[in-house]
């Protein structure tokens, strides 16, 4: 134990989220669990990870968590550990929303990615059908988050292409299907306002020209009631010119406008979800538990799992690619990762006394 790395968790804490600043001491090393001298609370070691309150021992759920994650469906780990059903689908929710904040934390930061891939994945459920919106870089492969909806329609991309943009900077090529939504959320995602702050009027919004949009429309042709892909029928460029959108190909990966990797990714999930599996008798009942096996799975490919097409020489995973992190994570590093929360902040009004000021000086930012 040692309270130099650790932070207090407490969201109404003034010292909330900093780290060797000296106000946390150990509070029982019988018990795992620290105080901090600024509001006076103890808390657990596990406090702000997956294992948090996790009465079975941690090799259990990392295990479990494990096959969860390489498509094993839950009555067949229930069969083989003897483990409550309801036990499994509350590891499975509870990492899942471990991992959503992980990802909101490391990989919704800006970087450049220079191209991004989006895709919908079509996913029939208990008694209903869910569109999953996900993006994809294809330089690093870093998988950059999802969104969960019953209709595929304006608010699923918005949301995603907005989740997006928030991991993006500079230069960036977005490619995605047909789909004509795409066009609006884009332009709604990445426009920066203009002036505002003293000027009569809404702010004007303006899109930014280092943004370039293509769309690759497809070909099919069907076979009785299947529909088979033939390949890239079309490419339309809807931001930026042709050859703005060819060079901006040529810095990423070259080659021709495709979708390839975030349809591989498709293929990664249907394989790695028990529930996604086309034509299977085993479907998920609530959208909540899509979204958890979703992030769950996104993010062991971003931290835990080595990509073979990122370097041949040293195991690369696409976190490291795209430097997030140095090392390749295990599962149980991800389950144990505490995320940070914000600053404190000074919400008075008047006049601040010296106290307060030391205050502000010392907790408000880290
Ligand atoms: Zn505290």
Redesign the pocket.
């Not at 600024?38 to 609370?41: A, F, I, L, P, S």
């Given at each position: 134990m040692n309270p130099k790395t650790v932070f207090?968790p407490?969201e109404d804490?003034?010292?909330?989220g900093h780290i060797g600043k000296g106000?946390i001491t150990i509070h029982s090393k019988k018990e795992k669990r620290y105080r901090?001298k600024?509001?006076?609370?103890t808390f657990s070691e596990r406090k702000g990870s997956a294992l948090y309150r996790l009465h079975r021992p941690a090799e259990m759920m990392v295990t479990v968590l494990k096959l969860l994650s390489h498509g094993c469906p839950i009555p067949a780990i229930v069969a083989a550990y003897e483990l409550d059903e309801r036990t499994i689908a509350d590891w499975q929710q509870k990492s899942g929303q471990h991992a959503k904040a992980v990802h909101e934390t490391l990989v919704e930061q800006p970087r450049e990615h220079k191209q991004v891939q989006s895709d919908e994945l079509r996913l029939k459920i208990f008694s209903a059908v869910l569109w999953i919106a996900m993006s994809i870089t294809p330089v690093s492969r870093l998988w950059l988050g999802a969104e969960v909806s019953h209709t595929r329609g304006r608010n699923l991309i918005t949301s995603m292409i907005k989740r997006t943009s928030r991991c993006c900077k500079g230069t960036v090529l977005l490619v995605t299907d047909g789909l004509v939504t795409y066009i609006k959320a884009v332009k709604k995602a990445f426009s920066i306002s203009e002036g505002g702050k003293g000027k009569t009027g809404r702010p004007r919004l303006i899109f930014p020209q280092t943004i370039f949009l293509a769309q690759v429309v497809k070909s099919y042709s069907s076979k009785g009631k299947r529909y088979v892909c033939h390949g890239v029928h079309k490419c339309l460029c809807c931001f930026g010119s042709f050859v703005q959108i060819g060079m901006a190909l040529k810095n990423s990966t070259g080659g021709l406008l495709n979708t390839a990797c975030i349809e591989r990714f498709n293929a990664t999930l249907r394989q790695s979800i028990a529930g996604f599996a086309r034509k299977s008798r085993y479907l998920f009942h609530k959208q909540e538990m899509v979204e958890s096996a979703v992030y769950w799975v996104g993010t062991c490919y971003n931290f835990c799992t080595v990509h073979r097409s990122l370097s041949s020489q040293l195991p690369t995973t696409p976190a490291m690619a795209a430097g997030i992190t140095d090392h390749l994570w295990s599962v149980k590093e991800l389950l144990e990762y505490k995320v940070r929360p914000q600053p404190w902040v000074f919400k008075g009004r008047g006049r601040r006394s010296k106290k307060t000021l030391e205050r502000i000086k010392k907790w408000a930012t880290f």
């Open positions: 207090c407490h804490c003034v010292a909330r106000n901090c600024e509001c006076g609370r």
